[in-house]
């Protein structure tokens, strides 16, 4: 009969051998940065979701603590922050649209300010409204058929911001005439704020429009723009009256040369001159007048 094969006795002085350690909870192998294991490693830190086993372990930023071998942090300028509804180039792309329309508005803003104030100043031409008028004026184209001359014309001037005017009557006589046998007017205005174009096209283009028996006739080589208005209602009468006007714009300046005569039974004058010739010398006067009004 055979027996079981023995064990090998043990040395006396030997100590027994531990057996294989007790097996830990089944626990899923948690990542770590220390290569090597040993009790000076660090605890792991668990990731999510773990790697799979072909993929190399998420290394969070910066060095772990006990971690001889990680790389140093990489100190970089902290990014701008974003702006709302975009990323921070974006951002940045929107501010500068911003700042350049802000900008393109405000130089628009002060071109049109420029402009329109270059637009709107006075175009006067060189022209004054002096005090005294009838010192300035010539009418000498009238001192060969009214030859006794008036010695105490009227004068007026305004002088304000928005407007300079001067103005001139004068009583025209004949030789051995004791009253006035006709008047002439002169009236030079400065339009420092607004054009008077529209204005004085409207009125003295329109004349006859709106006054009855007047006659208007376009001026030609007299300012901007000139118009004659004439009116005669001898008929070849000693009664009745001769009236005519030059009417002138040069810019925001606007003048006014008048002459009337009125005719009766007593009127010791009973050949005034003709419409025409009264036309001829507003013409000339007011010619050499305005080239007065720039010196």
């Avoid at 509804?85 to 951002?91: I, P, Q, V």
């Avoid at 001139?168 to 205005?189: E, P, R, W």
């Avoid at 004349?207 to 007047?214: C, L």
Wanted: with cysteine; net charge negative.
């Amino acid at each position: 009969m055979s027996t079981p094969p023995q064990q090998p006795a043990q040395p006396a002085d030997r100590p027994p051998q531990p057996g294989p350690p007790a097996q830990p909870p089944s626990v899923p192998p948690q990542p770590t940065a220390y290569p090597y294991p040993g009790p000076q490693s660090a605890p792991p830190v668990p990731q999510s979701p773990p790697p799979g086993p072909f993929q190399s372990p998420t290394m969070p930023a910066g060095p772990q603590p006990g971690n001889p071998y990680a790389q140093p942090p990489q100190y970089a300028p902290p990014p701008l922050p974003p702006t709302a509804g975009g990323n921070g180039a974006a951002g940045r792309a929107v501010l500068w649209a911003v700042v350049g329309a802000v900008v393109a508005s405000a130089a628009w803003a002060a071109g049109v300010f420029l402009i329109g104030a270059a637009a709107n100043a006075a175009d006067l031409r060189g022209y004054a409204a002096p005090s005294d008028l009838c010192s300035r004026a010539d009418y000498g184209s009238f001192k060969d058929e009214y030859t006794a001359s008036d010695s105490t014309p009227t004068h007026s001037s305004l002088k304000d911001r928005a407007l300079e005017e001067s103005y001139c009557s004068a009583s025209l006589k004949k030789s051995g005439s004791s009253y006035a046998d006709a008047y002439l007017s002169i009236q030079v205005d400065l339009h420092k704020k607004t054009d008077p174009a529209p204005e004085f096209t409207a009125t003295w283009k329109n004349y006859e429009a709106s006054h009855t028996g007047y006659d208007v006739g376009a001026v030609e080589g007299i300012g901007d723009e000139a118009y004659l208005v004439t009116q005669d209602t001898t008929s070849g009468t000693s009664a009745g009256s001769r009236y005519a006007t030059l009417a002138v714009r040069d810019g925001w300046v606007t003048y006014t040369m008048s002459y009337s005569a009125y005719l009766s039974s007593y009127d010791p004058d009973k050949d005034p001159p003709k419409i025409d010739e009264i036309s001829d010398w507003l013409k000339a006067d007011t010619r050499n007048t305005l080239d007065r009004l720039k010196d």
